[in-house]
C-alpha cells in the first residue's frame, strides 16, 4: 500500500551574510523531494532570483511578512517545515508552531533555532557546552546544486594537484556581496608578488563595487582577467591551480572538487565559522579586511611551491565526500517528515 505524499514546505527569506546559497540548498533540496507535496515561500527582492525560481517547476509562493504564513500554513497542514536564510525570532516559531508537528532549520543563529525539533548547521563553529540536542552539524549540511556537482565531478576525476597551465592560475572568487571589497585587497596584495602568476577574479552578480578599479590594477600586470558572469566560480574552478575565497558556504564548493584553498572571514560572524580550516584542508587566515600582505603572499607562496601540501589539501577535503551530501540530507527530511527520526539517538 502506497503511503500518503507528506506536505513539505519551505520557508526562505533572504539575508545578505548567507547569500543566494539557501535558495540553492532549498531548490537543490526540494527536487530529491517531488515524490511528496513541496512547497517553497519566498520572501526576497532579487526579481532576477524570483523569475530564476520559477522556472524550477517548483510551487513557489512569495512573501512579504512571515505573519502572512500564518493562514497559509494552517490551511495547508503540512507534515515538515524547513525553514532557510535569514534568522529567526521565538515569536516567529512559536506563530507556526501550532499547525506543525515538525520543524527543522537551516543554519539560524537566531533566538527562534531553541525551538524547532532539528537544526541543522554547514556554518558551525568550536563545539561548544551548551548545545541542544536538536543541533545536528557537520559537513553534511551542505547541499550540492547539480552545477556544482557536475563541475566538481570533471574537477574529481581529472585527480591532479600538478600546476595545469605554463603560470600558476590563482582564482579570486569572493561571493555574497563582498561588503569589504576584499577582491579589490586580495587583487592588490597579489600583484605585489613579484613572480609569474595567472589571476582570475570571479565577479557575481552579488559584486556591488565599482570594478573599474579592478580594471585599472588589472591594467599593471599582465595575465589578469575579470570574469563577470552569474556562475563566475563555477566557470573558473576547473582551471584554477589555487581558490582565494570568503568562509562561509564557498569553502564548502571548492571541497566538493578539492582544490587548494586560502579563505579569509567577509566579516566577524564569519570568522567564527570552523568548517574552512586546516584540518579540512584549508589554510584560513583571518578577518579579510585585517589581511595582511605578507600572510597573504605567504600562504600563496606555501601552496604554490610545494606539491605535497597541495595533494595534502585536496586529500582532505575530498575525505569529506561532500558530492554525496544530497542523499544523505534527503533521508534526514524524510524520515523527519515521517517521524521516522529520533533525534536523541543521531
Known sequence: MKLPKKKIIWIIEHCDTKGMYPFERAVTLANFLRDESVFLFVKTENQALIDKLAKTGLTIVLFDRFIELKKKIRELEPDLIVHDGKDTQLEQV???????????????????????????????????????????????AFAVPPNLQQTAQEIYDAADCNIKGELPHIVIAYEDGDANNLTYRTLRHLTQLHIPLKISIAIDDDYKHDIDSLKMMALSRRNIELVQRPDALLHLMPKADLIICNANYTPYKVAAAGIPCITTAQHEQELNYTFAREMNGFIH??????????????????????????????????????????????NLLLDLAYSRHNLAHM
Do not use: W
Not at 506543525?100 to 541543522?120: E, K, N, P, R, Y
Not at 605578507?294 to 586529500?315: D, F, G, K, P, T
Open 94 to 140: 512559536e506563530m507556526i508552531r501550532p499547525y506543525c508537528s515538525t520543524i527543522v532549520h537551516f543554519d539560524d543563529f537566531g533566538v527562534g533555532a531553541q525551538l524547532v525539533d532539528c537544526h541543522i548547521i554547514a556554518l558551525f563553529g568550536e563545539p561548544h557546552e551548551d548545545s541542544i540536542p536538536q543541533e545536528l552539524a557537520g559537513s553534511y
Open 285 to 330: 587566515i583571518g578577518l579579510g579586511r585585517k589581511m595582511k600582505q605578507s600572510i597573504l603572499q605567504n600562504a600563496v607562496m606555501e601552496l604554490l611551491l610545494h606539491e605535497s601540501r597541495r595533494e595534502r589539501a585536496v586529500r582532505k577535503q575530498r575525505a569529506l565526500e561532500i558530492l554525496t551530501n544530497n542523499d544523505i540530507l534527503k
